[in-house]
């Protein structure tokens, strides 16, 4: 049984910095951080906060376990550097700790493995420390069920936002763009997107030819009696569109090629991340899809084929090929932002057509 995985981000910013930083860990459900509750002065936060000061709601203790404040947690941090400091970890937890955060410094996966066997019964919470996104998921897989929560430390919101997507909590709103212009633009290069997972039916990339209005293509896991099912591509579009990293950021899918990572969104708009196995860029005939919805008007550039489909608000799947003006799909879009590289600049003036 997989446990309540919690991802705890101890902010690498400087004080005046923490008053834009904060909300934002808010806006991508961080609950709690690590953090002195000094620091925050009178920057106003519902994030919960873990640290050694007594205004803390989880209490990190010097020794012992003392006398349990009410409404707090408590627990104690410890290097582990041989296998006494582990048995003083179970001894400890033994005495009534909600959690203990380990610190494993040379060996990383064996020690946890060790603790994570001895306290997989108690209902001691199991914490460690992560410098990097890549250490944030190995931390996670340990014996599977990895450990309880993260401390990871951080002074990056697309750092942040690439390890939720990882643990599953990174979703879209999605909503429904009604289909306003359909026209064939001749030949192009597109870009087929061969993924290293397996791909459901549902399931696609957020395509589009602005960063802020993007298309739910989906993947080719339907075949035909003509073709036949290709559950790990997604034939995504022309060379120039956008699509959204795990980061947050955006890429071109002229970018994407063997190892790179893309977001897998599904239908309810749930999103994953998978590593792309393989590009494709062939020159094929394409066809232009213009949609609307809440005033924002974004466009796509597809291959023309009948393997190419999109998502439509019922969750059933409708081929570019059969594709009407008034039909309503399933597009994502939000408040157009200049974009720098890739990465959102808010203050910027942008018009994309």
């Not at 609950?31 to 990190?60: G, M, Q, R, V, W």
């Not at 291959?303 to 594709?323: C, M, P, W, Y």
Request: hydrophobic share 35%.
């Amino acid at each position: 049984m997989s446990k309540t995985r919690e991802l705890i981000i101890s902010p690498k910013v400087s004080q005046p910095q923490l008053s834009k930083f904060l909300p934002q860990l808010e806006e991508e459900g961080i609950n709690i951080i690590y953090l002195d509750p000094k620091k925050i002065a009178k920057t106003k936060t519902k994030l919960e906060i873990l640290f050694s000061s007594p205004s803390a709601k989880h209490i990190i203790l010097e020794k012992g376990t003392g006398k349990k404040p009410r409404g707090k947690k408590v627990g104690r941090k410890f290097k582990i550097l041989s296998n006494k400091d582990i048995e003083n970890v179970l001894t400890m937890s033994k005495k009534g700790l909600d959690f203990v955060i380990v610190e494993v410094i040379d060996w990383k996966i064996i020690p946890l493995e060790n603790i994570i066997a001895k306290l997989h019964k108690i209902h001691t919470k199991i914490y460690t420390i992560a410098r990097t996104p890549e250490e944030v998921r190995k931390m996670f897989s340990i014996l599977e069920v990895g450990v309880d929560g993260v401390i990871f430390s951080t002074s990056s919101i697309g750092e942040v936002r690439e390890v939720m997507v990882y643990l599953g909590s990174k979703s879209f709103d999605l909503k429904k763009g009604k289909i306003i212009e359909i026209k064939e633009v001749g030949d192009g290069e597109r870009v087929c997107v061969d993924t290293a997972s397996m791909l459901h039916k549902g399931e696609g990339m957020l395509i589009g030819s602005r960063s802020n209005f993007l298309f739910l293509v989906h993947n080719e896991s339907v075949g035909s009696s003509f073709t036949s099912p290709r559950p790990f591509r997604v034939n995504a579009g022309a060379v120039h569109c956008y699509t959204l990293s795990p980061d947050g950021t955006t890429s071109y899918l002229s970018e994407i090629e063997t190892g790179s990572e893309v977001l897998i969104v599904n239908s309810k708009g749930k999103a994953r991340r998978v590593t792309v196995g393989r590009s494709k860029i062939e020159r094929r005939p394409m066809v232009m899809i213009k949609a609307s919805v809440d005033g924002e008007i974004g466009g796509i550039i597809a291959q023309d084929a009948e393997t190419i489909r999109f998502v439509k608000s019922n969750g059933q799947l409708v081929s570019v090929t059969h594709l009407k003006k008034g039909d309503t799909i399933m597009v994502y879009s939000k408040e157009a932002t200049g974009r720098h590289f890739g990465m959102e600049v808010s203050d910027e003036y942008i018009l994309e057509k």
